[in-house]
């Protein structure tokens, strides 16, 4: 039972991770018409934190606007 409940523990912290490092910066982009990849590789390289706040703080990119 105690493997099980580690295996679990394990496949929600890598989801976790995927989600915080990956997912999450690259909605944030698409949905303010920025580059995913970008915004991705900022994330990994500095701070998912980091990455998420810059994008509030720059807000929408007028230019790719459809």
Known sequence: MENIAGVLFGFLAVFLVVW????????????????????VLISLVGSPI?????????????????
């Not at 980091?50 to 459809?66: I, P, Q, S, V, Y």
């Open 20 to 39: 915080f490092f990956i997912l999450l910066p690259a909605g944030m982009a698409e949905r303010r018409n920025r580059s995913q990849l970008i915004w």
């Open 50 to 66: 980091l990455a998420c706040l810059l994008l509030l703080a720059l807000g929408d990119d007028g230019e790719k606007a459809e």
